[in-house]
């Protein structure tokens, strides 16, 4: 299994906190995704990073933020939560120079927002 | 934005029977990749099986295939010799190349197999 961890793995905050969830991988892969997934919907793109520093948004990004400072960990962070950022958040890697295309998936951080 | 669309909520199959699970896909891309994840009720996301648009033999892994359609835009993913194992959400997903190699997901299939 690839390694990479989330943490926390549950959190329950109310309106209006700031929360931040970490990504962090062992495997030195160059793109790191966050999503989320919501009843009905799959799973969907908030933001990914293409390497240090380097993020872009994804579909769902409003109200998100990331930040990589190292290969290793990846951060997004809910400025000012609210009840609709209740969700199940993926970190997910990918090194498109080794094993082309396949994302390998963090076991998720289950937020519930009050 | 690609658009995935997996038509069946919900399937059931007794176990050692096969099934066939449907996907769709929209897009004007002609470079494109395919994918099928399984969630079981641990959450974990599993890669079970990938598609790459240029190539025209269908994926295979054991007992997992797909069968890829591209002038139709189909995707389907077929189970052979069901395994109680097999229960979870499967999930068809799109990935181009720009921007980020990120995926698009479909709404998911929940799959019971039954003994």
């Known amino acids: 299994d690839a390694g990479i961890t989330q943490s926390p793995r549950h959190k329950v905050t109310e309106t209006g906190t700031p929360v931040t969830l970490r990504c962090h991988q062992t495997?030195?892969?160059?793109?790191m995704y966050w999503y989320r997934q919501d009843p009905g919907h799959g799973l969907r793109l908030i933001h990914y990073?293409?390497?240090?520093?380097?993020?872009d948004k994804g579909e769902v990004s409003d109200g998100y933020s990331v930040s990589r400072s190292k290969t290793e960990d990846f951060l997004l962070t809910l400025e000012s939560a609210t009840s609709s950022q209740t969700s199940v958040y993926f970190c997910?890697?990918?090194?498109?120079?080794?094993?082309?295309?396949?994302?390998?998936f963090g076991p998720g951080t289950r937020l519930t927002v009050t | 934005a690609q658009t995935v669309t997996q038509s069946q909520p919900e399937m059931s199959v007794q176990e050692a029977e096969t099934v066939t699970l449907s996907c769709t896909y929209d897009?004007?891309?002609?470079?494109?990749?395919l994918f099928w994840y399984k969630q079981p009720p641990s959450r974990q996301m599993i890669l079970v099986i990938r598609?790459?648009?240029?190539?025209?033999q269908n994926a295979t892994e054991n007992r997992f295939s797909v069968n890829f359609q591209k002038a139709a835009k189909s995707f389907s993913l077929k189970i052979s010799d069901s395994q109680l194992g097999d229960t979870a959400m499967y999930f068809c997903?799109?990935?181009?190349?720009?921007?980020?190699?990120?995926?698009?997901f479909g709404k998911g299939t929940s799959l019971l197999v039954t003994p």
């Open positions: 990073s293409y390497g240090v520093k380097d993020t």
């Open positions: 897009t004007s891309e002609s470079n494109y990749y």
């Open positions: 997910a890697i990918s090194d498109t120079d080794k094993s082309p295309y396949e994302q390998y």
């Open positions: 997903a799109f990935m181009k190349h720009v921007p980020g190699y990120a995926l698009n």
């Open positions: 495997e030195n892969h160059r793109y």
């Open positions: 598609q790459e648009a240029y190539k025209q």
